[in-house]
């Protein structure tokens, strides 16, 4: 089935972006099957893709939102539920600014045992690792 170029078809997707783009954390909506779930995130990313088509006439050359939708700091995830429903997570992508460091002028090449960071962290999560 193709899909809408309208954005008038999208007034639920629309409410679903917006109300994840006001949430903390973003917004989440369950579906009985996983190809619902798909069908979904597609309408939602086609809405996005309609929005951006639309700010390129609303809004001129050079300002923040030409060619951008506001919602596109959403990623959209599929997850199931152990209840066995299928869930379209529209998450903010953020970053937690505390792992972010400006690189120093004498910065050396940093050598991660990555086995050990793993070890480290399922030590930290209660699970014991073989030697």
């Known amino acids: 089935m193709a899909l809408s170029n309208s954005t008038l ?3 639920d997707c629309k409410e679903f972006l917006e109300r994840a783009v006001d949430a903390e954390r973003g917004a989440r909506i369950p579906f009985k099957t996983e190809k619902e779930a798909e069908y979904w995130r597609m309408r939602c990313n086609q809405f996005r893709k309609l929005d951006r088509i639309d700010n390129l006439a609303i809004h001129e050359f050079g300002s923040k939102m030409h060619g951008k939708s506001e919602y596109d700091v959403i990623s959209m995830v599929i997850k199931e539920s ?11 992508r953020t970053l937690d600014p505390g792992v972010i460091e400006d690189i120093p002028e004498d910065e050396t090449a940093l050598l ?3 086995d050990e960071v ?5 030590q930290s999560n209660g699970n014991e690792t073989p030697n």
């Open 118 to 122: 793993k070890m480290i962290e399922d």
């Open 9 to 11: 078809a999208y007034t």
């Open 112 to 114: 991660v045992d990555f």
């Open 82 to 92: 152990p209840d066995g429903y299928w869930w379209v997570y529209a998450q903010k």
